[in-house]
Each structure stands twice: as structure tokens, then as C-alpha cells.
């Protein structure tokens, strides 16, 4: 089956500094990419739709500069925080889908702390 | 904006008993999922249901899409500890690939 692998599971990170979150299709090819954020006690909202080879689809509310999203490979898509906060904490979690009306496969999510 | 509201929020009960997992909305979904979430992991995909009206089973679980396809339930017979995790639906727009809408989930505790 499919399988996304999402990676680090956990990062601490000091205010200010940046931190990359990597999400890889093992066994598939991935044009398409999606990034969610999740907070406690709360559903899983898309940020943005990674696409291979062009420019991240990025949900209102969602900034871009500061979610960097690269999509550079059929197999790999990277989510950067950059200028990390506080607020930014949370749990991050990204997924992928092999076909239409097969569902999403998701990564094991990433926990975000800022210190 | 598309909201599908889940219900209920929380759900503890005994081993054996049954229970129905709601999700409603006042939209129409080209398709409807059902996820289960461990804490600190992924949702893990349980079941897609496409058709207005269809029923899927997968062991004790049984899984309904409403008829207009605004609505879906779960239900769970003779539930087990091991059935104990979050669970959410999620509904997909066929004109927004991947912009998934979830619910906001059903924490479920199975106690022997």
C-alpha cells in the first residue's frame, strides 16, 4: 500500500531560528502534496497543496514566506517554518494520495515545539 | 464555507456495547472518509465512500454515505479496548483535489 514517511517526528526549536520538515512517498509517485496543521483539540486544516515542479497552493490565512513549501522531486516534499515562534507550535502533518477516490495517506506527523 | 459537523464529541463505553459516530453537513461531498488518529500519528485511512446511499463494512465497523451525500455515520458493533482512538471523518470536494474537510473528531475509549 501506499506509504508516506514524514520526518523529524519531534523538533524543539528556539524562537527566531528555522526548521524543515521532510514528507517522502516510499512507494509512489506523488505529483501532489498536502500539508495540514493540527492543534490540540482541534481538526486538521490544510496550509497549502504542494505541487511538483511549480509554486505551492497556499490556503487563505496561511503565509508563505513563512511556510516555504518545496516540491522537487515526485517523491519528496519539504515544509520550512522559517523565523520560528511560539504560536507557530503545533502539530504538523502532511499527505499524499495514489489515485482518485483512494483516499490520502498520511505521514505520522511532525510535533513542532518553540521555545 | 464547508463545515461538517461530528458528533459525538466523546464517547466512553464498555466492551460489547455498540455505538454510531455521526458526520453532518449542510454541502455536498464528490466523496467522504473515514480516518483514525493515534495520538501524536497520522490519521490512518479506515474507509472512502463515494456513492449517495453506499454501505461499506470492514469487520465491526459499518460505514454509511447519505443518500444527497451531506452525511455519513460510523458504527461500531461489540466494540473493543482496541477500538479505542480518535476518529474523524473527513469530506472532499471533487472540484478542490486534497482540500479534505474534516470534522473535528469523535474521541472514543473502549474500557474493558
Known amino acids: 500500500g501506499a506509504v508516506v514517511s514524514q520526518h523529524p517526528s519531534r523538533v524543539i526549536c528556539k524562537s527566531g531560528t528555522s526548521v524543515k520538515i521532510e514528507c517522502r512517498s516510499l512507494?509512489?509517485?506523488?505529483?501532489?502534496m498536502f500539508w495540514y496543521r493540527q492543534f490540540p483539540k482541534k481538526s486538521l486544516m490544510l496550509m497549502a497543496t504542494?505541487?511538483?515542479?511549480?509554486?505551492?497552493?497556499?490556503e487563505q490565512g496561511v503565509e508563505k514566506d513563512k511556510f516555504l513549501i518545496n516540491h522537487a522531486s515526485l517523491t519528496l516534499s519539504t515544509l520550512t517554518v522559517t523565523s520560528a515562534h511560539p504560536e507557530d507550535s503545533s502539530f504538523y502533518i502532511c499527505?499524499?494520495?495514489?489515485?482518485?477516490?483512494?483516499?490520502?495517506?498520511f505521514g505520522s506527523g511532525t510535533r513542532l515545539t518553540v521555545v | 464555507t464547508q463545515l461538517l459537523e461530528q458528533s459525538p464529541q466523546f464517547l466512553s463505553i464498555q466492551e460489547g456495547e455498540n455505538l454510531t459516530v455521526y458526520c453532518n453537513s449542510s454541502?455536498?461531498?464528490?466523496?467522504l472518509q473515514w480516518y483514525r488518529q493515534e495520538p501524536g500519528e497520522g490519521p490512518v485511512l479506515l474507509v472512502t465512500?463515494?456513492?449517495?446511499?453506499e454501505v461499506k463494512k470492514l469487520k465491526r465497523l459499518t460505514f454509511q454515505f447519505g443518500d444527497a451525500r451531506k452525511d455519513s455515520s460510523l458504527h461500531i458493533t461489540a466494540a473493543q479496548p482496541g477500538d479505542t482512538g480518535l476518529y474523524l471523518c473527513?469530506?472532499?470536494?471533487?472540484?478542490?483535489?486534497?482540500?479534505?474537510?474534516f470534522g473535528k473528531g469523535t474521541k472514543l475509549s473502549v474500557k474493558p
Open positions: 499527505s499524499a494520495s495514489i489515485g482518485a477516490s483512494y483516499g490520502y495517506t
Open positions: 512507494d509512489f509517485q506523488a505529483t501532489t
Open positions: 504542494s505541487n511538483e515542479g511549480s509554486k505551492a497552493t497556499y
Open positions: 454541502s455536498v461531498f464528490s466523496s
Open positions: 465512500v463515494v456513492t449517495g446511499g
Open positions: 473527513a469530506g472532499e470536494n471533487g472540484g478542490s483535489q486534497g482540500n479534505l474537510i
